[in-house]
């Protein structure tokens, strides 16, 4: 079974920060494609902040991309929700629903069209409180269940 991770989950399975050891234990994740730009502005945020070394950021972008791309021996790692019209007309309307910023409630719309297409998607692993509150009362399991 697949679960939606959003971008500050997604970091946790390259960082040791808290949480990490709980999303790196999730097999099958699936993400939103604004992902793909997210989480390497998040490790470049990281290197300006001097939490992490140039290589450090290297490392971390080398192994994201295997896992998003796969290689020629090995099948991607991660799953992609496709930013397309559907998702972005959903988000504009989870803006104002929730109260989302752009990013977050194209993370949200995207999880709702995962779970669209296969219902068995219904934990959303994220470490951020507002999307987190609006993950939930679109019906997500929260993981963890607590921050």
Known sequence: MAVFA???????????????????????????????????????????????????????????????????????????IALDGPVLVRAAQLTGLHGLRAGDAIQLASALTGRRADPTITDFVCFDRRLREAAAREGFRLVPAEL
């Open 6 to 80: 959003d971008t500050s989950a997604g970091v946790k399975r390259y960082l040791d920060e808290p949480g990490a050891d709980l999303v790196r234990t999730m097999p099958d994740l699936l993400l939103s494609a604004l992902t793909r730009v997210e989480l390497p502005s998040a490790i470049w945020r990281k290197e300006r902040d001097g939490v992490l070394s140039l290589d450090e950021v290297g490392d971390v972008l080398d192994a994201f991309i295997v896992d998003w791309h796969g290689t020629p021996t090995r099948e991607p790692a991660v799953a992609v």
